[in-house]
Nanobody, 115 residues
Framework: QVQLVESGGGLVQPGGSLRLSCVAS????????MGWYRQAPGQERELVAS???????NYEDSVKGRFTISKDNGKMTLYLQMNSLKPEDTAIYYC?????????WGPGTQVTVSS
């Protein structure tokens, strides 16, 4: 069973940047389309960015132009570069297969945007 572990979250001021990482226990990124999801308090988990095995990317409208998803197959790591962060980006961020998240969820990483 593949395990996913997210890291890189933290507390940042509005307008700041963070880079999230997701390490997988197996070489899945070469063949599996992956995504970053987030879940804010009291809300459902949503897919915000995805990348295919051929490096095609897709973003949810609210993060377009601010977030960039990428991956390093050799390091079995998925990244999410987040710039121009807003308070509404505050959430726990997770990685998983996309658009259907069929792996077990990792612990996530908390992102808090606040002054």
């Amino acid at each position: 069973q593949v395990q996913l572990v997210e890291s890189g979250g933290g507390l940042v001021q509005p307008g700041g940047s963070l880079r999230l990482s997701c390490v997988a226990s197996g070489s899945i990124f070469r063949v599996v389309n992956m995504g970053w999801y987030r879940q804010a308090p009291g809300q459902e988990r949503e897919l915000v960015a995805s990348i295919t095995s051929r490096l095609d990317t897709n973003y949810e409208d609210s993060v377009k132009g601010r977030f960039t998803i990428s991956k390093d197959n050799g390091k079995m790591t998925l990244y999410l570069q987040m710039n121009s962060l807003k308070p509404e980006d505050t959430a726990i961020y997770y990685c998983n297969a996309a658009p259907r998240a069929f792996y077990s969820w990792g612990p996530g990483t908390q992102v808090t945007v606040s002054s």
